[in-house]
């Protein structure tokens, strides 16, 4: 029997979660080290599988099966395709960067690596499940480490952050338990793969399917987030802690994008043809007002989470321009999203660390004091606004294409030059953020802050050369991604 890869790299995490919690004694360094190796050993197992996808076979691959509530007809299923590895090799990466971003956290270490490993598994699980029942129950576990780590390791308005997050959360999971409920009334199956294959109908419908469309739809467009339903982000994202940001921005917000794809347009392609004008002029919405708001910030980290409700718009214009390349533009934007946005809250992380200032209208001239974050910083930035040979830029350019090429809306071009105005405005407030925290006088109350760490320079040059490398060499990506993708063009009709 073939060893069971997606199993080990899915429950290694929570295994480190538990062995922290049980150990005896209370050597912080201990918990760091576990957390660094039970995180270590999936982002390996997760680059094999990245490398040993067969991409001329295409279809699920590494696939577990095994029965798991039988009068459900319920399966412990796993596999992944072109659309999922890709983001499962994402959630490893920051998974164990993350660990290493944490590493001076001081205050209770054994509950905060604990929680922060439990919320690893959580994000591998949505994007490995093959079976409904196994991805809801995924999907919720997420919320009770995300609690936690905000409430307690986060700042300024924690609880409030961390309830509100809950409460937008489990709406969404309202909405879309009902949407699955009523899949499986339909359907009478669980399987992700049968149901996107066979169409509804098999049973006597419970509902229309444009109602379990919208169900399901409204619970990952909570999550993107999608306008208007992104309030929660900002809070969420200014007071968690840097880690926990990062892991917010760089995969957990994906599962939304992820959803969409793997269950709204692979399931009910009529639906998604028939609603996509309606969801791109709110993507357009989302992008400009998202970049707009943006413009208006002086909080450093509130800035850059306002920034990701304009750049998961690309994702939610990409998606329903229901083309090849435009849905693999948005999947290479998910990917690329999590990395720059990743390292601009580590980039931001360190600043409110080293210089105790969040206030960018506070900062100045810190260029000369900490060379090596302002390079690193000024690089995710360019990323952020799509400069060519950034990741950013290869993801931006193909949802473009792909959008302005499409023929599934009416006036779709028009709308994808609407769309662009967003990357001027994302170079505005970039630009404007660069300058007001690096340039200027040197103020003299900074001469004595640090500059990064071996530690944090490690994990800075790790997230830039993934920067580059996808950027010169989107095929890394974009070939896998395609392959994911073709099936599902295939159902649209494409």
């Not at 680059?47 to 509530?69: C, H, K, M, N, P």
């Not at 079976?131 to 986060?154: A, Q, R, T």
């Not at 959360?169 to 899949?183: E, P």
């Not at 400009?288 to 409700?309: C, E, F, N, P």
Request: include cysteine.
């Amino acid at each position: 029997m073939d060893f069971n890869w997606l199993s080990t790299i899915l429950f290694l995490p929570a295994a480190g979660a538990i062995v922290i919690a049980l150990i005896k004694g209370k050597d912080e360094k201990l918990y760091k080290w576990l957390a660094a190796v039970f995180t270590a050993i999936p982002l390996a197992l997760a680059i094999y599988l990245f490398v040993a996808f067969d991409r001329t076979a295409g279809g699920i691959q590494f696939e577990e099966s095994y029965l798991w509530i039988s009068p459900l007809n319920s399966y412990y299923h796993l596999g992944v395709d072109g659309l999922s590895l890709p983001l499962m090799l994402l959630t490893t990466f920051l998974g164990f960067l993350a660990v290493l971003i944490s590493w001076k956290v001081t205050s209770r270490p054994r509950e905060f690596f604990a929680w922060l490993l439990l919320l690893e598994t959580s994000i591998i699980g949505v994007f490995v499940s093959l079976d409904l029942l196994l991805f809801f129950i995924m999907w919720e576990i997420e919320v009770i480490p995300m609690y936690f780590l905000i409430s307690v390791w986060g700042s300024g308005r924690k609880g409030y952050s961390a309830t509100k997050y809950v409460i937008y959360t489990l709406l969404g999971s309202a909405f879309m338990l009902a949407g699955i409920l009523s899949l499986y009334f339909t359907t009478g199956s669980l399987s992700m793969v049968d149901i996107a294959n066979g169409g509804l109908g098999m049973v006597q419908a419970a509902m229309p399917a444009a109602a379990i469309f919208w169900l399901l739809f409204i619970g990952f467009a909570v999550k993107l987030p999608m306008f208007p339903l992104h309030t929660w982000l900002p809070d969420a994202h200014t007071d968690a802690p840097t880690a926990v940001s990062v892991m917010l921005a760089g995969v957990l917000i994906k599962m939304g994008g992820y959803g969409m794809i793997r269950l709204c347009v692979s399931m009910f392609p009529s639906q998604a043809q028939e609603y996509a004008q309606i969801l791109i002029i709110l993507a357009l919405i989302g992008i400009i007002y998202g970049a707009a708001v943006t413009l208006m910030q002086k909080d450093i980290k509130r800035m850059i989470a306002y920034s990701s409700i304009s750049h998961m718009g690309y994702v939610l214009l990409g998606i329903f321009a229901l083309g090849e390349v435009s849905l693999t533009g948005a999947s290479l934007q998910m990917f690329s999203h999590g990395i720059v946005t990743g390292l601009l809250f580590a980039m931001a992380g360190l600043i409110i660390h080293n210089v105790e200032v969040r206030d960018l209208t506070k900062l100045g001239g810190l260029a000369k004091q900490i060379p090596i974050i302002m390079v690193v910083f000024v690089i995710a930035g360019l990323a952020s606004l799509g400069l060519p040979t950034t990741s950013g830029f290869a993801a931006e350019f193909l949802v473009f294409l792909g959008s302005y090429t499409s023929n599934v809306v009416a006036h779709l071009n028009v709308y994808t030059i609407i769309a662009i105005i967003g990357v001027v405005l994302t170079a505005g407030y970039i630009l404007w953020m660069l300058q007001q925290a690096f340039h200027g006088p040197v103020k003299k109350e900074f001469n004595k802050v640090k500059d990064a760490d071996g530690l944090e320079r490690f994990y800075m040059f790790a997230l830039v050369a993934v920067i580059m490398l996808v950027g010169i060499y989107p095929a890394v990506l974009t070939d896998v991604f395609k392959v994911g993708i073709e099936p599902i063009v295939k159902l649209i009709g494409g």
